[in-house]
């Protein structure tokens, strides 16, 4: 069976569940709570508006919500094989083990794009909502938000794999939800210090972090630094995968 049907398969089981309504509530909150608590404080006069709600708005969804949904994801994704034995009926296709834990990965992974671009819908929708109220006249810095929005669904791969990763170790959802949320939850505290480079749980939160002391030091920063981020965040990723694909299905084979 080629890939592309695979992952065709992979996407007719969970186009009936409750995934889709799920991406919303994130988003939602986080935006219409951000937005509202900043609209007060903005008067005609007030410049970066669009920069001052995206950071409101993304530093709990980015170190919480985001990494909260995508648990709840990698649940549902991995419960559609765990119910009514549908694991062993799968195994027992003429498809490799290793092609179906892959072909569910991506399926998360489209999950994590659509929720960054229902993010990114909210959060304009909102924006313009509250520039108008306030008398904001300000433009959309559209080239502003999409840099910021594929950092965070970049920043997030590592952190999606390891998710991954322990949802496929852990069969039961209680252990596996229970262990990522164990690990979300510090993610503030590892973004403030030198380990954040091998925490993938912190990237996208500390991506935003990051933003918030770009736009407060008004053009003084010197960049995002790439190294050592990057060879980690790789080096994480390949790891998380490669034992999230090798994993999957192991014990039922036996």
Not at 133 to 158: D, H, R, S, V
Not at 194 to 209: A, F, H, M, N
Request: glycine letters at 6%; proline letters at 5%.
């Amino acid at each position: 069976m080629r890939f592309w049907e695979l992952l065709k398969i992979e996407f007719g089981k969970v186009k009936r569940g409750k995934i889709i309504p799920l991406i919303f509530i994130a988003p939602l909150l986080v935006v219409a709570s951000g937005v509202a608590s900043l609209q007060n404080y903005f008067s005609p006069e007030y410049t970066d508006a669009w920069a001052a709600m995206f950071i409101q708005s993304a530093l709990v969804y980015a170190y919480y919500l985001l990494p909260f949904s995508m648990i709840v994801v990698c649940v549902m994704i991995a419960g559609r094989e765990t119910a009514n034995n549908g694991i062993l009926k799968m195994l027992a296709l003429p498809v490799s083990r290793y092609a179906l834990s892959a072909a569910k990965f991506c399926v998360l992974l489209f999950y994590l794009l659509m929720e960054m671009a229902v993010f990114l819908i909210v959060f304009v929708i909102t924006g313009f909502l509250a520039a108008s109220n306030t008398g904001i006249t300000e433009a959309l810095p559209l080239m502003y938000l999409l840099k910021w929005c594929a950092g965070l669904f970049f920043t997030m791969l590592p952190g999606a794999a390891a998710m991954w990763a322990i949802t496929v170790l852990f069969e039961k959802p209680l252990l596996s939800v229970g262990l990522n949320l164990l690990l979300v939850i510090p993610g503030v505290l590892m973004a403030n210090t030198p380990l954040w480079v091998v925490y993938p749980y912190c990237y996208s939160g500390y991506l935003v972090s990051y933003s918030l002391h770009d736009f407060t030091a008004k053009g003084g920063s010197a960049g995002f630094n790439l190294f050592p981020f990057l060879p980690c965040a790789l080096l994480v990723f390949v790891l998380a995968l490669t034992a999230a694909v090798k994993c999957f299905g192991k014990k039922e084979m036996r």
